[in-house]
């Protein structure tokens, strides 16, 4: 066979680059393989890659029309490499230090990593020799070798760890090898990808201990999680701690009990909030605003059961699509579901009537409290809950209205979020996995959001697969004081629901059509929302949401008198007066701790006067302040926080 005969020549896939750009390989090919030929340096410099979006080994063959992209030590994704690696010493350092251990998983997170472990008696002071062990393997930079073993062999290996077994058993279904990493005397079952040694990994602290189901599911076994985390360099570690730090300083568990503002109880059952008096005043506040933007947008209110029969919710989509996070029981003979979201009970208000072309935009607005069962691991404060309220709004359109009807709810989006002074970013998210609707549906709905973002020359990412079940979005994160992203508002398009419903409207052709159902929020959720305002404020609202606005301190007991009447001429500002037998000091140390804006103080001479003194929060005081001076200037700035968006004007 001469050298030139095709049949002699390895077959090859091709790639797609980053750049758009096309590379041929021979099949068999892996990522660092791939790099090689892009570049020997590349190649040298390779740790992993990323085949399709998913962070691979660089030892993990590619296939043919992959999209591949490099990691190396300067990319964005070589962290998590890195932590991935610091989570194997964690595991190495525990088995060390403690006998009869039981392996479970330690992946990488946005902030770190953790490992879990079965039958580990651990408490939080022990950390600090764990953390010795780990510089200890750092130091002795072992090489992380990689392994491909026959499922067979896997089994030998791990046979005294049952739940690397139950992962194994899971793999064996799909692979007929899997990969193991192995650093010194300690190896895991694990399909990476890792830096090269033990000895790349940089600064590594751990910072707490929790409890954790197994998988996730609360009828397994509870397990130990050790949280840590990692940097490149030491700069970098001590920034994060300070801001963690800034954050545990925030926290608004701990500001919400200070303040009054909500409980969560076990006697009341987990992740259902109780607000008190203090946190439904800020709640009504973002109530009010809402409501008034929705009132001058068109939207009309309506208001929809806490539970539907689950024949609605198989019409809707969200039984096939989300029953396992719904709460599900029996009445008789039939199945019910607390509602996980409001829309298809608006769906069916718009389906009770008849519509004509010219009625449309129909917009339903409601403060509907929705259920969804989250595991008990997962719940945290007012972030994750299992009852919470959504300022939900649900639109019945044409489809020639589309681009009008999500430019003014974007609109007051950013109205909401400049009131509040955030930070905000845009993306669209597309079709994920699980969903309903036809390819060319989905594809039409998606293009319609685009058009958007590009007729305003919006800056925003793409979400691939992010998309709720029923159609595409565009979501809202916003950041807080302290640099932390929240998700937000959200307006998704929904060409499904209309359909799922037979949902109709008489056109001018006098022919039934399908409207196209619009669903926004402009908070996203009352709950997350109050707890982000809450850290990002530290408790201390601006004058319009804080619970108590203005505190009358009265100097002795001879003042009680005039302070009730100052405090009578800001009636309709929230104002209270401190009539307890207790020093001044004293007094203005509870304002300040329960960060009241202001505070008035009278005593003899502001009584004989007929005046004030103001105290704010930040400490400064004025001395023969007018009480219609100081009226004027609370309305100013109430109004001024609270200000009309600029699309309601004019």
């Known amino acids: 066979m001469s050298e030139s005969d095709p049949q002699s020549e390895p077959a090859q896939l091709t790639v797609v680059l980053p750049d758009g750009s096309e590379l041929h390989v021979d099949e068999g090919a892996t990522v660092e393989d791939c790099a090689y030929e892009i570049g020997p340096g590349l190649g040298r410099d390779t740790v992993a890659g990323k085949l ?28 998590a490499v890195m932590r991935h690696s610091a989570s194997h010493c964690l595991a190495q350092a525990v088995e ?46 072992y090489e992380i070798e990689r392994e491909e073993v026959t499922i067979e062999e896997a089994e030998e290996r791990l046979a005294d760890e049952p739940y690397k077994l139950e992962l194994l058993s899971e793999f064996a279904d799909e692979n007929e090898q899997v990969t193991f990493y192995k650093q010194g005397e300690w190896e895991d079952l694990c399909a990476g990808p890792h830096v090269d040694s033990t000895g790349e990994i940089g600064p590594v602290k751990l910072l707490e201990i929790a409890g954790a189901y197994w998988r996730g599911d609360e009828e397994n076994p509870m397990q130990t999680r050790i949280y840590g985390t990692a940097f490149e360099d030491e700069s970098d570690l001590q920034d994060f701690l300070e801001r963690k730090q800034e954050a545990e300083k925030r926290d608004h568990r701990r500001i919400g009990n200070e303040m009054n503002l909500f409980s969560i109880q076990d006697v009341t059952g987990p992740g259902l909030p109780l607000y008190h008096p203090p946190g439904k005043t800020v709640l009504k506040e973002l109530e009010d605003f809402v409501e008034d933007l929705n009132k001058d947008a068109g939207y009309d209110y309506v208001e929809t059961p806490h539970v539907f029969k689950t024949d609605l919710w198989h019409r809707s989509g969200h039984y096939e699509n989300y029953a396992d996070d719904m709460f599900i029981f029996d009445v008789g003979d039939d199945e019910f579901g607390l509602k996980p979201m409001n829309c298809p009970g608006h769906a069916a208000i718009f389906q009770d009537q008849s519509w004509s072309y010219r009625d449309l935009p129909i917009r339903y607005a409601e403060n509907g409290k929705v259920y969804r069962k989250e595991q008990r691991g997962e719940l945290s404060g007012l972030s994750r809950v299992w009852a919470f309220t959504i300022d939900d709004g649900h639109l019945f359109i044409r ?34 996995e699980k969903s309903v ?16 973002l590009e007729k305003r020359n919006l800056d925003y990412d793409i979400e691939e697969g992010d998309g709720a079940f029923y159609g595409p979005k565009i979501d809202f994160a916003f950041e ?12 998704q398009l929904d060409f499904n629901m209309p359909d799922r419903f037979d949902l109709s409207y008489v056109g001018e052709d006098n022919e039934e059509h399908e409207p196209v159902m619009i669903h926004r929020a402009l908070y996203g959720s009352y709950e997350r929302f109050f707890m982000m305002l ?42 209270e007066v401190d009539d307890r037998d207790s020093t001044l000091e004293r007094k203005i140390r509870a304002a300040h701790d329960d960060r009241v804006p202001y505070q008035i103080i009278v005593g003899d001479n502001e009584e004989e006067d007929g005046n004030i003194s103001v105290r704010d929060r930040f400490e400064d005081q004025e001395y023969d302040v007018e009480i219609e001076d100081f009226r004027d200037h609370l309305v100013a700035e109430r109004d001024e926080q609270r200000s009309e968006p600029d699309f309601l004007q004019g």
């Open 52 to 79: 399709d979006g998913d962070l691979v080994a660089k030892e993990q063959p590619a296939y043919d029309g992959a999209e591949l992209e490099i990691i190396t030590d300067q990319s964005d994704e070589y962290l």
């Open 96 to 141: 060390r230090h403690y006998d009869d251990v039981d392996l479970a998983i330690g992946p990488p997170t946005d902030e770190g990593f953790y490992y879990d472990f079965d039958n580990l008696d651990i408490d939080e002071e022990d950390l600090a020799a764990l953390e010795s062990e780990i510089a200890d393997i750092v130091d002795e930079d």
């Open 399 to 432: 489809p020639d209205q589309i681009e009008q009807e999500v430019e003014e709810i974007m609109d007051m989006i950013i109205d909401v979020l400049e009131t509040f002074d955030l930070e905000y970013e845009m993306a669209l998210a597309t079709r994920p």
């Open 437 to 452: 609707g036809s390819d060319e549906i989905w594809e039409h709905a998606e293009e319609q959001l685009e058009n958007v």
């Open 480 to 491: 807080d004081a302290i640099g932390r992203a929240w998700d937000g508002p959200t307006v």
């Open 534 to 575: 809450i850290e990002h404020y530290e408790g201390k609202f601006p004058l319009w949401l804080a619970p108590e606005q203005v505190r009358v301190l009265p100097i002795s007991d001879a003042n009680l008198g005039y302070a009730y009447q100052v405090a009578n001429e800001f009636d309709d500002f929230r104002v």
